[in-house]
């Protein structure tokens, strides 16, 4: 299970309940973190997968 701190008290409380153990105050949503985003990841990852199979394509034209 994941944990985070508390904003209130800093304590670590579980990253699913809303209201704190150890303080009792209401604990805000957590925000949306900042991750990889995968839809870049993803076009990048195409383009490559493109290019080397373009490369493949040219190297067997050439035989
Ligand atoms: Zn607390």
Do not use: T
């Not at 997968?49 to 373009?54: D, F, G, K, S």
């Amino acid at each position: 299970m994941k944990m985070r701190s508390c904003p209130n008290c800093e304590k670590s409380i579980s990253l699913d309940i809303e209201i704190c153990p150890h303080c009792n105050q209401q604990v805000p949503p957590l925000p949306n973190y900042p991750s990889a985003n995968p839809k870049w990841f993803m076009v990048l990852w195409g383009f490559f997968v493109i290019l080397i199979i373009a490369l493949l394509i040219s190297m067997f034209s050439v035989r």
